[in-house]
Protein backbone atom coordinates (compact mmCIF):
# COMPACT_ATOMS: atom_id res chain seq x y z
CA UNK A 1 0.00 0.00 0.00
CA UNK A 2 1.18 3.09 -0.98
CA UNK A 3 -0.06 6.52 0.53
CA UNK A 4 -0.10 9.93 -0.63
CA UNK A 5 2.74 10.61 1.90
CA UNK A 6 4.56 7.91 0.82
CA UNK A 7 4.44 9.22 -2.84
CA UNK A 8 5.70 12.40 -2.06
CA UNK A 9 8.43 11.11 -0.31
CA UNK A 10 9.71 9.26 -3.45
CA UNK A 11 8.30 11.76 -6.31
CA UNK A 12 8.26 15.10 -5.27
CA UNK A 13 10.83 17.45 -6.79
CA UNK A 14 11.11 19.72 -3.44
CA UNK A 15 9.25 19.44 0.09
CA UNK A 16 7.39 22.73 -0.64
CA UNK A 17 5.67 21.29 -3.14
CA UNK A 18 5.17 18.37 -0.88
CA UNK A 19 3.88 20.49 1.91
CA UNK A 20 1.19 22.89 0.40
CA UNK A 21 0.15 19.83 -1.38
CA UNK A 22 -0.51 17.60 1.50
CA UNK A 23 -2.10 21.30 3.02
CA UNK A 24 -4.51 21.32 0.09
CA UNK A 25 -5.27 17.44 0.51
CA UNK A 26 -5.83 17.47 4.24
CA UNK A 27 -8.23 20.56 4.05
CA UNK A 28 -9.43 17.97 1.54
CA UNK A 29 -10.62 15.63 3.85
CA UNK A 30 -12.71 18.42 6.29
CA UNK A 31 -14.51 19.46 3.16
CA UNK A 32 -15.28 15.21 2.22
CA UNK A 33 -16.38 15.09 6.12
CA UNK A 34 -18.47 17.85 5.97
CA UNK A 35 -20.15 16.70 2.73
CA UNK A 36 -21.00 13.02 4.04
CA UNK A 37 -22.69 15.34 7.40
CA UNK A 38 -24.43 17.15 4.58
CA UNK A 39 -27.65 19.20 5.56
CA UNK A 40 -26.72 17.71 9.57
CA UNK A 41 -23.38 20.01 9.08
CA UNK A 42 -25.78 22.96 7.77
CA UNK A 43 -23.55 22.99 4.94
CA UNK A 44 -26.10 23.21 2.12
CA UNK A 45 -28.02 26.55 0.55
CA UNK A 46 -26.85 30.10 -0.44
CA UNK A 47 -24.41 32.23 1.42
CA UNK A 48 -26.61 35.38 0.66
CA UNK A 49 -23.65 36.82 -1.78
CA UNK A 50 -21.83 36.86 -5.06
CA UNK A 51 -18.26 36.46 -5.90
CA UNK A 52 -16.38 38.37 -7.62
CA UNK A 53 -17.77 37.05 -11.11
CA UNK A 54 -21.19 37.54 -10.26
CA UNK A 55 -22.28 34.38 -9.23
CA UNK A 56 -24.69 33.78 -6.28
CA UNK A 57 -22.43 31.82 -3.66
CA UNK A 58 -23.41 28.31 -1.83
CA UNK A 59 -22.25 28.32 1.78
CA UNK A 60 -19.92 25.70 0.86
CA UNK A 61 -18.30 27.73 -1.87
CA UNK A 62 -17.43 29.95 0.82
CA UNK A 63 -16.58 27.17 3.64
CA UNK A 64 -14.53 25.39 1.16
CA UNK A 65 -12.66 28.55 0.39
CA UNK A 66 -12.30 29.70 3.67
CA UNK A 67 -10.83 27.07 5.30
CA UNK A 68 -7.91 26.14 1.81
CA UNK A 69 -6.90 30.19 2.65
CA UNK A 70 -6.53 29.75 6.14
CA UNK A 71 -4.53 26.85 6.12
CA UNK A 72 -2.43 28.16 3.15
CA UNK A 73 -1.91 31.38 4.92
CA UNK A 74 -0.22 29.31 7.54
CA UNK A 75 1.90 26.94 5.23
CA UNK A 76 5.46 29.40 5.33
CA UNK A 77 6.39 27.92 1.78
CA UNK A 78 2.88 29.25 0.42
CA UNK A 79 3.45 32.96 -1.14
CA UNK A 80 0.05 33.81 -1.88
CA UNK A 81 -3.56 32.23 -2.76
CA UNK A 82 -5.89 33.25 -5.53
CA UNK A 83 -9.35 31.71 -5.44
CA UNK A 84 -12.18 31.62 -7.77
CA UNK A 85 -14.48 33.51 -5.00
CA UNK A 86 -11.80 36.08 -4.23
CA UNK A 87 -11.76 39.53 -6.05
CA UNK A 88 -8.02 39.69 -5.55
CA UNK A 89 -5.37 37.24 -4.93
CA UNK A 90 -4.10 36.79 -0.72
CA UNK A 91 -0.82 37.41 -0.19
CA UNK A 92 0.87 34.64 2.51
CA UNK A 93 4.05 34.18 3.37
CA UNK A 94 6.48 36.95 1.85
CA UNK A 95 9.69 34.26 2.12
CA UNK A 96 7.82 31.42 0.24
CA UNK A 97 8.71 29.50 -2.88
CA UNK A 98 4.98 28.73 -3.99
CA UNK A 99 1.81 29.98 -5.47
CA UNK A 100 -1.36 28.31 -5.16
CA UNK A 101 -4.46 28.62 -7.24
CA UNK A 102 -8.02 26.81 -6.50
CA UNK A 103 -12.12 26.63 -7.26
CA UNK A 104 -12.66 25.27 -3.76
CA UNK A 105 -15.99 23.85 -4.43
CA UNK A 106 -16.32 23.27 -8.02
CA UNK A 107 -20.12 21.94 -9.71
CA UNK A 108 -21.80 24.14 -6.64
CA UNK A 109 -25.19 23.33 -8.45
CA UNK A 110 -24.42 19.85 -7.53
CA UNK A 111 -24.15 20.50 -3.70
CA UNK A 112 -28.00 20.42 -2.13
CA UNK A 113 -28.72 17.90 -4.74
CA UNK A 114 -26.22 15.39 -2.93
CA UNK A 115 -24.44 14.78 -6.34
CA UNK A 116 -20.71 15.38 -6.88
CA UNK A 117 -18.57 17.78 -6.15
CA UNK A 118 -14.49 18.70 -6.17
CA UNK A 119 -11.93 20.74 -5.10
CA UNK A 120 -9.44 22.00 -8.17
CA UNK A 121 -5.95 22.99 -7.49
CA UNK A 122 -3.08 24.51 -8.82
CA UNK A 123 0.86 25.52 -7.87
CA UNK A 124 2.90 27.71 -9.89
CA UNK A 125 6.40 29.04 -8.74
CA UNK A 126 6.88 32.58 -6.87
CA UNK A 127 9.36 34.65 -8.90
CA UNK A 128 9.66 37.67 -6.37
CA UNK A 129 10.45 35.40 -2.91
CA UNK A 130 11.10 37.83 -0.22
CA UNK A 131 8.38 40.83 -1.60
CA UNK A 132 4.94 40.57 -0.79
CA UNK A 133 2.80 39.03 -3.54
CA UNK A 134 0.30 40.33 -6.05
CA UNK A 135 -2.25 39.54 -8.52
CA UNK A 136 0.62 40.10 -11.25
CA UNK A 137 2.56 37.16 -9.96
CA UNK A 138 -0.06 34.74 -10.50
CA UNK A 139 0.05 35.73 -14.81
CA UNK A 140 1.50 32.66 -15.48
CA UNK A 141 0.65 30.62 -18.49
CA UNK A 142 -0.62 26.56 -17.42
CA UNK A 143 3.11 25.43 -18.60
CA UNK A 144 4.60 26.86 -16.09
CA UNK A 145 2.17 24.79 -13.37
CA UNK A 146 4.37 23.07 -10.87
CA UNK A 147 2.00 20.39 -9.74
CA UNK A 148 -1.95 20.19 -10.43
CA UNK A 149 -4.77 18.20 -9.33
CA UNK A 150 -7.88 17.68 -8.38
CA UNK A 151 -10.39 15.95 -5.13
CA UNK A 152 -13.88 14.58 -6.32
CA UNK A 153 -15.98 14.34 -3.93
CA UNK A 154 -18.20 11.10 -5.12
CA UNK A 155 -19.54 7.97 -4.48
CA UNK A 156 -15.71 7.86 -2.80
CA UNK A 157 -13.18 10.87 -2.33
CA UNK A 158 -10.36 10.50 -4.82
CA UNK A 159 -7.35 13.19 -5.63
CA UNK A 160 -5.96 13.02 -8.87
CA UNK A 161 -2.30 14.21 -9.06
CA UNK A 162 -0.02 15.43 -10.99
CA UNK A 163 3.48 16.79 -9.77
CA UNK A 164 5.68 14.38 -11.75
CA UNK A 165 5.38 13.57 -15.73
CA UNK A 166 2.62 11.39 -14.49
CA UNK A 167 -1.11 10.85 -13.53
CA UNK A 168 -1.71 9.05 -10.30
CA UNK A 169 -4.94 8.63 -8.27
CA UNK A 170 -5.38 8.28 -4.67
CA UNK A 171 -9.05 7.05 -2.63
CA UNK A 172 -9.16 8.56 0.62
CA UNK A 173 -9.71 5.53 3.12
CA UNK A 174 -12.23 6.00 5.19
CA UNK A 175 -11.40 3.85 7.91
CA UNK A 176 -7.70 5.61 7.87
CA UNK A 177 -7.82 9.24 6.68
CA UNK A 178 -4.99 8.44 3.89
CA UNK A 179 -5.02 8.99 0.60
CA UNK A 180 -4.07 5.10 -0.73
CA UNK A 181 -2.60 5.13 -4.30
CA UNK A 182 -5.48 3.07 -6.30
CA UNK A 183 -3.79 4.17 -10.18
CA UNK A 184 -0.38 4.94 -11.06
CA UNK A 185 0.66 6.65 -14.78
CA UNK A 186 -3.49 7.32 -15.56
CA UNK A 187 -3.49 7.27 -19.64
CA UNK A 188 -6.44 7.78 -21.81
CA UNK A 189 -7.52 6.14 -24.92
CA UNK A 190 -7.14 8.59 -27.82
CA UNK A 191 -10.22 7.51 -29.11
CA UNK A 192 -13.20 8.41 -27.66
CA UNK A 193 -17.17 8.13 -28.69
CA UNK A 194 -18.51 9.53 -25.37
CA UNK A 195 -18.56 13.18 -25.13
CA UNK A 196 -20.24 15.59 -22.27
CA UNK A 197 -21.58 19.55 -23.40
CA UNK A 198 -24.82 21.50 -21.84
CA UNK A 199 -26.38 21.24 -25.29
CA UNK A 200 -28.85 24.06 -24.03
CA UNK A 201 -26.43 26.64 -25.02
CA UNK A 202 -26.52 25.34 -28.44
CA UNK A 203 -27.96 28.29 -30.15
CA UNK A 204 -25.03 30.74 -28.35
CA UNK A 205 -22.42 28.35 -30.14
CA UNK A 206 -19.97 29.38 -33.11
CA UNK A 207 -21.16 27.44 -36.47
CA UNK A 208 -17.95 24.76 -35.98
CA UNK A 209 -19.21 23.62 -32.64
CA UNK A 210 -23.03 23.03 -33.75
CA UNK A 211 -21.84 21.42 -36.91
CA UNK A 212 -19.41 19.01 -34.61
CA UNK A 213 -22.35 18.27 -32.49
CA UNK A 214 -24.97 18.22 -35.07
CA UNK A 215 -22.47 15.09 -36.53
CA UNK A 216 -22.28 13.41 -33.47
CA UNK A 217 -26.04 13.68 -32.98
CA UNK A 218 -26.29 12.05 -36.31
CA UNK A 219 -24.14 9.23 -34.86
CA UNK A 220 -23.83 6.03 -38.05
CA UNK A 221 -26.18 8.24 -39.80
CA UNK A 222 -23.84 10.64 -40.13
CA UNK A 223 -20.16 11.32 -41.78
CA UNK A 224 -18.63 10.64 -38.72
CA UNK A 225 -20.26 6.66 -39.43
CA UNK A 226 -20.85 5.72 -35.80
CA UNK A 227 -22.96 6.49 -32.85
CA UNK A 228 -21.72 8.65 -29.98
CA UNK A 229 -23.00 8.80 -26.41
CA UNK A 230 -23.43 11.88 -23.96
CA UNK A 231 -22.97 12.51 -20.45
CA UNK A 232 -23.17 15.97 -18.23
CA UNK A 233 -22.08 15.84 -14.75
CA UNK A 234 -21.98 19.69 -14.66
CA UNK A 235 -19.41 19.23 -12.41
CA UNK A 236 -16.15 19.72 -14.36
CA UNK A 237 -14.12 17.28 -11.81
CA UNK A 238 -16.64 14.73 -12.81
CA UNK A 239 -16.43 14.84 -16.41
CA UNK A 240 -12.89 15.08 -16.38
CA UNK A 241 -12.28 11.91 -13.61
CA UNK A 242 -15.03 10.02 -16.09
CA UNK A 243 -12.21 10.63 -19.27
CA UNK A 244 -9.74 10.00 -16.91
CA UNK A 245 -11.09 7.11 -15.76
CA UNK A 246 -12.38 5.71 -19.35
CA UNK A 247 -11.31 8.64 -22.15
CA UNK A 248 -14.31 11.19 -24.18
CA UNK A 249 -14.45 14.62 -24.50
CA UNK A 250 -15.83 17.58 -22.76
CA UNK A 251 -16.03 21.02 -23.87
CA UNK A 252 -17.67 24.15 -22.71
CA UNK A 253 -17.04 26.19 -25.75
CA UNK A 254 -17.08 29.65 -26.60
CA UNK A 255 -20.60 30.75 -26.27
CA UNK A 256 -22.17 34.75 -26.34
CA UNK A 257 -24.62 33.81 -23.40
CA UNK A 258 -22.71 35.54 -20.93
CA UNK A 259 -21.54 39.10 -22.42
CA UNK A 260 -17.96 39.76 -22.65
CA UNK A 261 -17.01 36.46 -21.16
CA UNK A 262 -15.29 34.53 -23.53
CA UNK A 263 -16.93 31.01 -21.70
CA UNK A 264 -18.03 29.83 -18.30
CA UNK A 265 -14.95 28.08 -17.05
CA UNK A 266 -12.37 30.10 -15.34
CA UNK A 267 -8.39 29.77 -16.94
CA UNK A 268 -6.63 29.52 -13.84
CA UNK A 269 -8.68 27.67 -11.79
CA UNK A 270 -10.41 25.30 -13.85
CA UNK A 271 -8.80 24.95 -17.41
CA UNK A 272 -5.11 25.22 -16.51
CA UNK A 273 -4.75 22.62 -13.96
CA UNK A 274 -7.30 19.91 -15.67
CA UNK A 275 -5.71 20.50 -18.84
CA UNK A 276 -2.33 19.55 -17.04
CA UNK A 277 -3.33 16.22 -15.95
CA UNK A 278 -5.62 15.61 -19.24
CA UNK A 279 -1.65 16.12 -21.37
CA UNK A 280 -0.16 14.50 -19.27
CA UNK A 281 -2.32 11.64 -19.28
CA UNK A 282 -1.59 11.34 -22.97
CA UNK A 283 -4.93 13.78 -24.23
CA UNK A 284 -5.09 17.33 -25.29
CA UNK A 285 -6.65 20.27 -24.18
CA UNK A 286 -7.77 23.31 -26.28
CA UNK A 287 -9.64 26.53 -26.43
CA UNK A 288 -10.75 24.88 -30.19
CA UNK A 289 -7.89 26.10 -31.72
CA UNK A 290 -4.89 27.18 -29.08
CA UNK A 291 -3.32 24.82 -26.82
CA UNK A 292 -5.08 25.76 -23.30
CA UNK A 293 -1.22 25.71 -21.34
CA UNK A 294 0.27 28.07 -23.82
CA UNK A 295 -2.30 30.77 -23.18
CA UNK A 296 -0.59 33.65 -20.91
CA UNK A 297 -2.98 34.97 -18.76
CA UNK A 298 -3.99 39.01 -18.08
CA UNK A 299 -6.17 38.34 -15.38
CA UNK A 300 -6.49 35.97 -12.63
CA UNK A 301 -10.20 35.74 -13.26
CA UNK A 302 -10.19 35.33 -17.19
CA UNK A 303 -12.78 33.16 -18.58
CA UNK A 304 -11.79 30.58 -21.66
CA UNK A 305 -13.61 27.98 -24.32
CA UNK A 306 -12.26 24.48 -23.12
CA UNK A 307 -12.38 21.16 -25.18
CA UNK A 308 -10.26 18.29 -23.84
CA UNK A 309 -10.13 14.88 -23.18
CA UNK A 310 -9.17 12.08 -25.84
CA UNK A 311 -6.69 13.30 -28.39
CA UNK A 312 -8.28 12.38 -31.59
CA UNK A 313 -11.60 13.56 -30.70
CA UNK A 314 -10.10 16.78 -29.92
CA UNK A 315 -7.87 17.16 -32.56
CA UNK A 316 -11.21 16.50 -34.71
CA UNK A 317 -12.77 19.12 -33.26
CA UNK A 318 -10.12 21.90 -33.34
CA UNK A 319 -9.61 21.04 -37.72
CA UNK A 320 -13.52 22.10 -37.61
CA UNK A 321 -12.29 25.32 -35.89
CA UNK A 322 -9.44 25.98 -37.87
CA UNK A 323 -10.77 25.34 -41.76
CA UNK A 324 -13.95 27.08 -40.60
CA UNK A 325 -11.51 30.05 -39.75
CA UNK A 326 -9.61 29.46 -43.12
CA UNK A 327 -13.09 30.13 -44.95
P1 LIG B 1 -18.41 26.26 -10.32
O1 LIG B 1 -19.38 25.45 -9.52
O2 LIG B 1 -17.03 26.28 -9.71
O3 LIG B 1 -18.93 27.64 -10.66
O4 LIG B 1 -18.13 25.52 -11.71
C1 LIG B 1 -19.19 24.95 -12.42
C2 LIG B 1 -18.76 24.81 -13.85
C3 LIG B 1 -18.17 23.47 -14.20
O5 LIG B 1 -17.74 22.70 -13.15
C4 LIG B 1 -19.29 22.76 -14.93
O6 LIG B 1 -18.77 21.97 -15.96
C5 LIG B 1 -20.13 23.87 -15.46
O7 LIG B 1 -19.90 24.99 -14.65
C6 LIG B 1 -21.59 23.54 -15.45
O8 LIG B 1 -22.24 24.54 -16.11
P2 LIG B 1 -23.80 24.51 -16.47
O9 LIG B 1 -24.51 24.77 -15.18
O10 LIG B 1 -23.94 25.62 -17.47
O11 LIG B 1 -24.11 23.16 -17.05
MN1 LIG C 1 -15.71 25.30 -11.04
MN1 LIG D 1 -16.38 26.91 -7.75
Same mark, same amino acid.
Given at each position: ?????????????? *????????????????????????? !?????????? $??? #?? @?????????????????????????????? @????? %? *?????????? !? &??????????????????? &????? /????? $??????????????????????????????? %????????????????????????? #??????????????????????? #? $????????? @?? =???????? %???????? =????????????? %? /? *? &??????????????? /???????? !?? @?????????????????????????? *???????????????????????
Amino acid at each position: MTTLTDYLNDYSPN *PALSDVITTVTDVGKTISQLLRKGA !LADILGEAGN $QNV #QG @EDQKKLDVLANDLLLDALAKNTHCAGVASE @ELDDA %T *PANADGSLLV !L &FDPLDGSSNIDINMAVGTI &FSVLP /YQRQG $QISENADFLQAGNQQLAAGYLLYGTSTVLAL %TIADHVVMFSLDPDTNDYVLIQENV #QIDINTSEYAINASNYRYWRAPM #Q $QYIDELIAG @ET =GVRGRDFN %TRWVAAMV =GDVHRILCRGGLF %T /Y *P &FDTKYANKAGKLRLM /YEANPMSL !LI @ERAGGAATDAVNRILDIEPTDIHQRV *PVVLGSKNEVDYVKNLHVTYADK
